[in-house]
């Protein structure tokens, strides 16, 4: 399928092949029984730039739909939930001194933790098609 | 209803982000307002502030219409001058905008308001021309909002960009005064002033050029071939905010008296005359039970207080965050805070809650820097 660049009005945002969304403008890489999270290229720029992440501890439970990390933005702070039940594995600590990664690269360097889970059920997230139609659905509206 | 400032497709051009604010769509950023903020501080940016109001009033009874309008004496504000901030109040006394006016000459002013007042101001004014009974003839007030574009200059480099624009006789602009219709690229502009909001205008150099759209988007183009780097309105903001500038809808409503937000430079004490200035003299002789006071945070601390957190003194609330945003200068977050006029303890220790948590903050007179 290839990445897909939605462009609006407003701006242009990558959303990367291979990875799952969710409504909440998380991306998710599926590997076994882990995945890793971060936020998209569209969040990031709704947040604008930003200079501080908070992280949770590797080690934390969390559960489906809790917020895990926060983003702080010059604009705004914003959440970081995560779609399953499971346990922090490993975050960013580039982050602690560099949050500006997330908006160099969303999807890359700006990746945010990584959670073990046992119930991965990837029919609760959006593919890239889904979530490419939903940013233009928010951006038209 | 979202309106594009009309420079939009110009600013694309030169790396801007479009985002909302107050009803318009303009550039939040050029993709990194930090650094937007610290070239105003060290070197030269522009910003296009299209989004702000412009009025033009003309007639016979200008100034004395808008005597009894605003907060402060207008026969001290000299021709080619502006008269710095002034407030429109209720009634009541509470503070419905503040305004930037240009004596031109008596029968002819001009007036910068702010984004989300465009219409509103000028209803309110239109509806105090009727109450006073003054004819629309010797009272004519025009929004050019839509017509006209304001190009901001600012940082210790500003000159070079002026110069590099052909504008003649900047260099003896006093802070607030202005040059009235200026050759700027060799064409006609309404005027170019000295003035700002980031600060530098009073720290090194800030400009802000008044003119049509086409002249503003060649005037646009031109500053940044100088060597001006745009910069977005979220830099607009935290340059403000470590000047502890106010924002009017997060600082100040109709809700807040200009004692209690100690807005002393719109105000001139004493001043009968003008809508809600009886009750500024009231609140200033019977005291206000809150004060507008800065709020700084250790340095490092990037937890950025937001509208409405809570400042406390021990277990006790004694107020909360109207603004807050991370000072680039000062590597920490910084607030414009509401506390108890009983617990406004400059210069002392109190908490903060962002998010939850309580961070230390020091209670401060701005400007932070």
């Known amino acids: ?87 922090v594995v490993e975050v960013n600590e580039e982050l602690i001194d560099s949050p500006d990664l997330i908006n160099k690269d969303p999807y890359g360097a700006g990746w945010i933790l990584k959670i073990k889970t046992s119930n991965i059920d990837t029919s609760k997230l959006l593919t890239p098609e889904k979530y490419a139609e939903k940013i233009r659905a928010a951006e038209e509206a | ?166 504008i003649k006789g900047f260099e003896d602009l006093k802070i607030l005064q202005f040059l009235w219709e200026p050759e700027v690229l060799g064409k006609k502009a309404t005027l170019v002033s000295r003035s700002g909001w980031t600060g530098e205008e009073v720290r090194s150099h800030g400009f802000e050029i008044w003119t049509t759209i086409d002249h503003g988007k060649e005037i646009l183009l031109k500053a940044v071939e100088a060597g001006a780097k745009p910069a977005g309105l979220i830099a607009r903001d935290s340059l403000r905010l470590e000047m502890g500038y106010l924002l009017v809808g997060s600082d100040m409503d109709e809700s807040t008296n200009p004692i209690e937000v100690r807005y002393w430079l719109a105000l001139t004490l004493g001043k009968t005359e003008c809508v809600g200035c009886d009750k500024v003299q009231e609140a200033y002789e019977k005291g206000v039970s809150r004060f507008r006071v800065g709020l700084k945070l250790k340095k490092g601390v990037r937890k950025i207080p937001r509208h409405g957190d809570k400042v406390y003194a021990g277990n006790e609330v004694i107020g909360y965050v109207t603004s807050g945003g991370y000072s680039p200068l000062l590597n920490r977050a910084i607030a414009l805070a509401y506390v108890k006029s009983s617990h406004a303890y400059i210069g002392f220790k109190v908490n903060v809650e962002v998010r939850g948590k309580l961070y230390s903050a020091k209670i401060q007179d701005p400007p932070f820097i």
Request: aromatic letters at 8%; zero cysteines; a negative charge.
């Open chain 2, 1 to 166: 209803m979202v309106r594009e400032v009309p420079l939009l497709e110009t600013q694309k051009k030169l790396g801007g982000n479009p985002g909302e604010f107050a009803g318009w769509l303009t550039s939040l950023d050029y993709g990194n307002p930090i650094e937007e903020h610290l070239a105003t501080r060290n070197a030269v940016t522009v910003f296009d502030v299209s989004h702000m109001g412009r009025y033009v009033l003309k007639g016979s009874k200008v100034f004395e219409f808008l005597q009894k309008l605003v907060t402060k004496d207008l026969s001290k504000v000299k021709e080619n001058s502006m008269s710095g901030p002034v407030l429109l109040l209720n009634e009541d006394g509470g503070i419905i905008d503040d305004n930037m006016l240009y004596r031109v000459k008596d029968d002819l002013w001009l007036a910068v308001v702010n984004a989300p007042n465009v219409e509103s101001d000028l209803e309110w004014m239109l509806k105090w021309r009727e109450k006073l009974g003054y004819a629309p003839s010797d009272v004519d007030i025009q929004n050019v909002t839509y017509d006209t574009v304001l190009i901001a200059v600012q940082g210790p480099k500003a000159p070079e960009v002026m110069e590099a624009l052909g």
């Open chain 1, 1 to 87: 399928m290839g990445d897909i660049v939605v462009k609006t009005k407003i701006g242009e945002y990558l959303v990367k092949d291979g990875l799952y969304y969710t409504e909440s403008d998380e991306w998710v890489k599926v590997e076994g029984d882990t995945i890793t999270m971060g936020v998209t290229d569209y969040a990031q720029k709704k947040l604008r730039y930003i200079v501080n992440v908070d992280l949770p501890e590797p080690g934390t439970e969390v559960s489906a739909g809790e917020p895990i990390a926060t983003l702080e933005s010059v604009k705004t702070t914003a959440d970081v939930y995560t779609p399953f039940d499971g346990e």
